[in-house]
C-alpha cells in the first residue's frame, strides 16, 4: 500500500539543495526506517524534474545491481539503465534515486564519478547508513551531502490535522512573552498529548487519521519496533544493542544522572559499550544527550561519551515501548495518557518529547549535572548553543514552578548564560528571570 502524502519540512531544504548544488553533490537523506524518505524522494523526483529513476536496492533485481559492476563507461552505463526502466533520462531534468543505498555499497561508492559526469542529479536514501560494516572496502564519496529527516514535528502534525495557524501564533506569544489563558494551555496540552501518543511516524499518523483509534495506532508502532529490533539483530547478534534501545524508557524513569549500560547487558569494555551506542545513535532509531564536562559554547570540546541519556526518536514510538509488557496498548490506557490521568510519573515522557522536539529543531543534544559542596545534585536537561551563550533548559511533568538547578546553574555561570527556560504543562510566564514555557513550545525555543 502506498504511504500516504504529508507535507514535510524537509522538502524545503532540497528544494534549497537543488538550487544551490545545481549537480554538484548528491543528496543523502539519513533517518530511521518507516520515517518517510522513500516517499519524500519519490515525490520531490515527481514535482520537480522532467523524469526519474528509482532503484530501490532493498528489492533490486540483479539486472540493477550488476549495473553498478562496471561504470568505466557511463554512456553505456545510462543507456543500459534506460533501458532497463524504460525511462528517458534527460540532462540537468532527471534525477536518478538510489533508494536504501546503504544495501548496495557499490552504488554508493558510484555516486563520485556520477555526480562528476554532471548529467542528472542523485538523491540517496538509507538507514543504518553509517554503520561500520556497511562501508567496508569502498570509498566514502565526499560529494555526498547529508539531510537528517527526523519523525514528524509537531508543527507538522498539526499540519496533518488541518491546522496551519496554531504554531506561527504560539511562535509570536513566545516572541512577545503573552501568555495565552489557563483555558486555552488546557486545550493546547490536550492537543499536544495526542501528539505525545501518536507520534510523527508517518504511518502511524496515517492510522490514526483513518481510524481515530489509538489500539490500531499502538499495533502500527509496535510493527515499526519490531523492524528497529531486526536491525538491530542484524548488525549485533548478541542483542546486547536491541536490549539497551528497549529499556530506554526504564531508564529514564529511574532519573538517573546517566544511562547504566551494565544493569541491562551486564560488565563489557568501555570500547565495546560505546561501540554499541554509537551503532543505536547512527541508526537515528534515537537521540543521544551527551554529558558536557564543560558547560561551554564549544560544547563538544568537553563531550564526556561514557556519560549520557538516551531517548527514543519519537515519543509516540517511546510510549508504546513504556507498555511492550503487554499484547497491546488498551485505549483505556491511552484515555487516561490523553487526559492526563493515568496514575504514574509521566516526566520520563516529557522528557523524551523535549529532546526529540530539541533535536527535530537541528540541535545536539547536551546535559549538564554537578554536585554542590553538600553533594546535593543538580541537573540541567538540555544545554542549548545561542550564539555566544548558553541557553540551560529544565523539564518538569506538571505546572511544579520551581526551578533550583536552573538558578544554580545560572548562578554558576553567569556570564556564560542567556535565556533560560523552565518546560512544563501550565501556562507562558516568566518567573525573574527564567521564562517557564508550555511543552507545546519546545520546539521554538
Same mark, same amino acid.
Given at each position: 500500500?502506498? &504511504?500516504?502524502?504529508?507535507?514535510?519540512?524537509?522538502?524545503?531544504?532540497?528544494?534549497?539543495?537543488?538550487?544551490?548544488?545545481?549537480?554538484?553533490?548528491?543528496?543523502?537523506?539519513?533517518?530511521?526506517?518507516?520515517?518517510?524518505?522513500?516517499?519524500?524522494?519519490?515525490?520531490?523526483?515527481?514535482? &520537480?524534474?522532467?523524469?526519474?529513476?528509482?532503484?530501490?536496492?532493498?528489492?533490486?533485481?540483479?539486472?540493477?545491481?550488476?549495473?553498478?559492476?562496471?561504470?568505466?563507461?557511463?554512456?553505456?552505463?545510462?543507456?543500459?539503465?534506460?533501458?532497463?526502466?524504460?525511462?528517458?533520462? $534527460?540532462?540537468?531534468?532527471?534525477?536518478?534515486?538510489?533508494?536504501?543505498?546503504?544495501?548496495?555499497?557499490?552504488?554508493?561508492?558510484?555516486?563520485?564519478?556520477?555526480?562528476?559526469?554532471?548529467?542528472?542529479?542523485?538523491? &540517496?536514501?538509507?538507514?543504518?547508513?553509517?554503520?561500520?560494516?556497511?562501508?567496508?572496502?569502498?570509498?566514502?564519496?565526499?560529494?555526498?551531502?547529508?539531510?537528517?529527516?527526523?519523525?514528524?514535528?509537531?508543527?507538522?502534525?498539526?499540519?496533518?490535522?488541518?491546522?496551519?495557524?496554531?504554531?506561527?501564533?504560539?511562535?509570536?506569544?513566545?516572541?512577545?512573552?503573552?501568555?495565552?489563558?489557563?483555558?486555552?494551555?488546557?486545550?493546547?496540552?490536550?492537543?499536544?498529548?495526542?501528539?505525545?501518543?501518536?507520534?510523527?511516524?508517518?504511518?502511524?499518523?496515517?492510522?490514526?487519521?483513518?481510524?481515530?483509534?489509538?489500539?490500531?495506532?499502538?499495533?502500527?508502532?509496535?510493527?515499526?519496533?519490531?523492524? $528497529?529490533?531486526?536491525?538491530?539483530?542484524?548488525?549485533?547478534?548478541?542483542?546486547?544493542?536491541?536490549?539497551?534501545?528497549?529499556?530506554?524508557?526504564?531508564?529514564?524513569?529511574?532519573?538517573?544522572?546517566?544511562?547504566?549500560?551494565?544493569?541491562?547487558?551486564?560488565?563489557?569494555?568501555?570500547?565495546?559499550?560505546?561501540?554499541?551506542?554509537?551503532?543505536?545513535?547512527?541508526?537515528?532509531?534515537?537521540?543521544?544527550? $551527551?554529558?558536557?564536562?564543560?558547560?561551554?559554547?564549544?560544547?563538544?570540546?568537553?563531550?564526556?561519551?561514557?556519560?549520557?541519556?538516551?531517548?527514543?526518536?519519537?515519543?509516540?514510538?517511546?510510549?508504546?515501548?513504556?507498555?511492550?509488557?503487554?499484547?497491546?496498548?488498551?485505549?483505556?490506557?491511552?484515555?487516561?495518557?490523553?487526559?492526563?490521568?493515568?496514575?504514574?510519573?509521566?516526566?520520563?515522557?516529557?522528557?523524551?518529547?523535549?529532546?526529540?522536539?530539541?533535536?527535530?529543531?537541528?540541535?545536539?543534544?547536551?546535559?549538564?549535572?554537578?554536585?554542590?559542596?553538600?553533594?546535593?545534585?543538580?541537573?540541567?536537561?538540555?544545554?542549548?548553543?545561542?550564539?555566544?551563550?548558553?541557553?540551560?533548559?529544565?523539564?518538569?511533568?506538571?505546572?511544579?514552578?520551581?526551578?533550583?538547578?536552573?538558578?544554580?546553574?545560572?548562578?554558576?555561570?553567569? &556570564?556564560?548564560?542567556?535565556?533560560?527556560?523552565?518546560?512544563?504543562?501550565?501556562?507562558?510566564?516568566?518567573?525573574?528571570?527564567?521564562?517557564?514555557?508550555?511543552?507545546?513550545?519546545?520546539?521554538?525555543?
Amino acid at each position: 500500500m502506498a &504511504e500516504t502524502l504529508f507535507k514535510r519540512k524537509i522538502y524545503d531544504k532540497m528544494l534549497a539543495w537543488k538550487k544551490n548544488s545545481a549537480g554538484g553533490t548528491a543528496l543523502l537523506i539519513e533517518g530511521p526506517r518507516r520515517v518517510g524518505k522513500s516517499t519524500i524522494a519519490r515525490t520531490f523526483a515527481e514535482e &520537480e524534474y522532467r523524469s526519474h529513476v528509482i532503484i530501490d536496492f532493498a528489492k533490486a533485481s540483479s539486472e540493477e545491481i550488476n549495473l553498478f559492476n562496471d561504470i568505466s563507461d557511463l554512456n553505456m552505463f545510462f543507456t543500459r539503465l534506460m533501458l532497463l526502466e524504460g525511462v528517458s533520462l $534527460y540532462e540537468r531534468q532527471s534525477v536518478i534515486i538510489f533508494d536504501e543505498v546503504q544495501e548496495h555499497p557499490k552504488a554508493r561508492q558510484a555516486i563520485k564519478y556520477l555526480v562528476e559526469d554532471g548529467r542528472y542529479d542523485y538523491i &540517496e536514501t538509507g538507514s543504518l547508513i553509517s554503520i561500520h560494516r556497511n562501508v567496508d572496502n569502498i570509498v566514502i564519496p565526499s560529494e555526498e551531502e547529508p539531510v537528517s529527516m527526523y519523525p514528524m514535528d509537531y508543527e507538522e502534525f498539526k499540519w496533518v490535522l488541518g491546522d496551519t495557524a496554531t504554531i506561527p501564533l504560539l511562535r509570536q506569544m513566545l516572541e512577545k512573552r503573552q501568555s495565552l489563558g489557563d483555558a486555552v494551555n488546557r486545550k493546547l496540552m490536550r492537543d499536544y498529548r495526542l501528539y505525545m501518543l501518536v507520534g510523527g511516524m508517518p504511518q502511524a499518523v496515517d492510522k490514526y487519521i483513518k481510524t481515530h483509534d489509538l489500539s490500531a495506532v499502538d499495533r502500527v508502532k509496535r510493527g515499526i519496533i519490531r523492524i $528497529y529490533e531486526q536491525d538491530f539483530h542484524k548488525l549485533d547478534k548478541t542483542d546486547k544493542a536491541k536490549a539497551l534501545f528497549k529499556a530506554i524508557p526504564a531508564e529514564l524513569h529511574k532519573n538517573a544522572s546517566r544511562f547504566q549500560t551494565t544493569t541491562i547487558i551486564g560488565k563489557i569494555s568501555s570500547n565495546t559499550s560505546r561501540g554499541l551506542v554509537e551503532m543505536i545513535e547512527d541508526s537515528k532509531t534515537v537521540n543521544v544527550a $551527551y554529558h558536557a564536562d564543560d558547560p561551554n559554547v564549544g560544547m563538544e570540546l568537553s563531550t564526556n561519551k561514557s556519560s549520557f541519556k538516551m531517548y527514543v526518536c519519537d515519543t509516540g514510538l517511546f510510549v508504546t515501548l513504556a507498555f511492550w509488557d503487554k499484547d497491546f496498548t488498551e485505549n483505556i490506557i491511552y484515555q487516561k495518557l490523553l487526559n492526563d490521568k493515568l496514575d504514574t510519573n509521566l516526566g520520563y515522557v516529557y522528557e523524551n518529547a523535549v529532546a526529540q522536539a530539541i533535536a527535530s529543531s537541528g540541535n545536539k543534544l547536551f546535559y549538564y549535572t554537578w554536585l554542590d559542596k553538600n553533594n546535593h545534585l543538580y541537573e540541567i536537561d538540555f544545554l542549548l548553543s545561542r550564539g555566544f551563550k548558553l541557553c540551560p533548559v529544565e523539564v518538569k511533568s506538571s505546572g511544579y514552578s520551581t526551578h533550583a538547578s536552573l538558578d544554580e546553574f545560572c548562578q554558576k555561570y553567569s &556570564e556564560r548564560v542567556s535565556n533560560r527556560y523552565l518546560i512544563y504543562t501550565k501556562d507562558l510566564r516568566k518567573d525573574g528571570n527564567t521564562l517557564l514555557i508550555p511543552i507545546y513550545m519546545a520546539g521554538l525555543i
